[in-house]
Nanobody, 122 residues
Framework: QVQLVDSGGGLVQAGGSLRLSCAAS????????MGWFRQAPGKERDFVAA????????LYADSVVGRFTISRDNAKNMVYLAMNMLKPEDTAIYYC???????????????WGQGTQVTVSS
């Protein structure tokens, strides 16, 4: 089992920045690939970014390329999502997730955080 706790969400104006954090506990964090997903009101949960267990490879949704950066600190059991140039359409609940495969596909992630709300005002 891996327990994940998301934090760092909030209200920000368009063009602003936020950094989300995800704290992991339980099984060896460094064994897992990590992802961030988001769910806007009335929409399905979508992939945002992912990072390999070592941190050497990353994946991004086209909509966030150049604005968001995923990173991890295996010594601290943490994964981060730095979000810059935020847009109102980035408003959603953001979830971190852990899995055994580096992928954009939600079903491959086994463990999920509780989510943190990000609201971007225009």
């Amino acid at each position: 089992q891996v327990q994940l706790v998301d934090s760092g969400g909030g209200l920000v104006q368009a063009g602003g920045s936020l950094r989300l954090s995800c704290a992991a506990s339980g099984r060896t964090f460094s064994n897992y690939d990590m992802g961030w997903f988001r769910q806007a009101p009335g929409k399905e949960r979508d992939f945002v970014a992912a990072i390999s267990s070592s941190g050497g490879r990353t994946l991004y949704a086209d909509s966030v390329v150049g604005r968001f950066t995923i990173s991890r600190d295996n010594a601290k059991n943490m994964v981060y999502l730095a979000m810059n140039m935020l847009k109102p359409e980035d408003t959603a609940i953001y979830y971190c997730a852990a899995g055994a495969v580096l992928t954009k596909m939600e079903p491959f992630y086994d463990y999920w955080g509780q989510g943190t709300q990000v609201t971007v005002s225009s």
